[in-house]
């Protein structure tokens, strides 16, 4: 079970940290991922993190002002967020991928959080 936290208001310009807890010690050994889906849009990816935490992946829009992390002694994943736009808006996920495929495909995840609405206000 993953469960998220951290969602909420921000104005355009400013920050949130996203968590993603794990319940089982086997998710330190997957590859974590965030999504978001904004009202009307298909699920899209936001960012991955290698089960060891050195591979990153960034989707285009967020690289720069995103930040994805773990901490395997927690069993939690982060998502720090910096620099939001409205267009960030959207409901964010965190996902494990048990086969480590390290994958932008929303399909190729095999465990999912529930979401926590992030809203950025102009």
């Known amino acids: 079970q993953l469960v998220v936290s951290g969602g909420g208001l921000v104005q355009a310009g400013g920050s949130l940290r996203l968590s993603c807890a794990a319940s089982a010690r086997t998710f330190s050994s997957y590859t974590m991922g965030w999504f978001r889906q904004a009202p009307g849009k298909e699920r899209e990816f936001v960012a991955a993190i290698s089960w060891r935490g050195v591979r990153l992946y960034y989707a285009d829009s967020v690289k720069g002002r995103f930040t994805i992390s773990r901490d395997n002694a927690k069993n939690t994943r982060y998502l720090q967020m910096n620099s939001l736009k409205p267009e960030d808006t959207a409901v964010y996920y965190c996902?494990?991928?048990?086969?480590?495929?390290?994958?932008?495909?929303?399909?190729?995840?095999?465990?999912w959080g529930q979401g926590t609405q992030v809203t950025v206000s102009s």
């Open positions: 996902a494990a991928d048990r086969n480590n495929w390290a994958t932008r495909i929303a399909a190729e995840y095999d465990y």
